[in-house]
């Protein structure tokens, strides 16, 4: 069993940053995924960002640099730095692993509330 905490969520006006965190209970050492989705009020949870092993990541286009996903191993933790935030990011953002961390994740976390005012 694997938990996920998240924490860096909040309200920002549009133009902003945030930086969201994910610590896993259990070592990661970068062997296995891990993503951020997130999840628009009556929408399905939609993947965002992922990373696999040797750092390669998959991120969706309409927040193609503006975010930026990383890892530090040695924290057992996940980052999402957010640039340029809009309107249309705000939604409840979630970190997972486990599966493929795309269309298959095994474990996920409670949750982060972001708000973008504009």
């Known amino acids: 069993q694997v938990q996920l905490e998240e924490s860096g969520g909040g309200t920002v006006q549009a133009g902003g940053s945030l930086r969201l965190s994910c610590t896993a209970s259990?070592?990661?050492?970068?062997?296995?995924?891990m993503a951020w989705f997130r999840q628009f009020p009556g929408k399905q949870r939609e993947a965002v960002a992922s990373?696999?092993?040797?750092?390669?990541?998959n991120i969706i286009n309409s927040v193609k640099g503006r975010f930026t996903l990383s890892r530090d191993n040695a924290k057992n933790t996940l980052y999402l730095q957010m640039n340029d935030l809009k309107p249309e990011d705000t939604a409840m953002y979630y970190c997972?692993?486990?599966?493929?961390?795309?269309?298959?994740?095994?474990?996920w976390g409670q949750g982060t509330q972001v708000t973008v005012s504009s």
């Open positions: 990373i696999y092993a040797r750092g390669r990541t």
């Open positions: 997972a692993t486990g599966g493929d961390c795309w269309f298959d994740v095994a474990y």
């Open positions: 259990v070592h990661t050492d970068g062997s296995s995924c």
